[in-house]
């Protein structure tokens, strides 16, 4: 059983910088991946970034839409996965959910992947 707990979302202005933990607790043997997911209403959940962690390395992928606007990283002694993305906009407004899955997996973009969640935070861009 993995526990995970997103925070740091809120309101914020188009053009500003947030950055969103994700505290895990459980079992984690690596490699595991920790995703980060995005939803806005009427619209169905989409991927945003992840990580691949095996011991003390770190692989990511980021989605489009994000690319050169988002970094994941993280803290080994706490541990979180922290989301910092830039350059917000208005389409950025979003519950954005963590994820863990065990093992390392091809289709790391797909959330079916994804066999914990957390509960979610909401961020908002204003323009």
């Known amino acids: 059983q993995v526990r995970l707990v997103e925070s740091g979302g809120g309101l914020v202005q188009a053009g500003d910088s947030l950055t969103l933990s994700c505290a895990y607790s459980?079992?984690?043997?690596?490699?595991?991946?920790l995703g980060w997911f995005r939803q806005a209403p009427g619209k169905e959940r989409e991927f945003v970034a992840a990580a691949t962690i095996s011991w003390n390395t770190m692989s990511t992928d980021y989605a489009d839409f994000v690319k050169g606007r988002a970094t994941i990283s993280r803290d080994n002694a706490e541990p979180t996965v922290y989301l910092q993305m830039n350059s917000l906009k208005s389409e950025d407004t979003a519950v954005y959910y963590c994820a863990q899955r065990a093992g390392a997996t091809s289709r790391i973009r797909a959330a079916n992947e994804y066999a914990y969640w957390g509960q979610g935070t909401q961020v908002t861009v204003s323009s």
């Open positions: 459980g079992r984690t043997f690596s490699p595991y991946v």
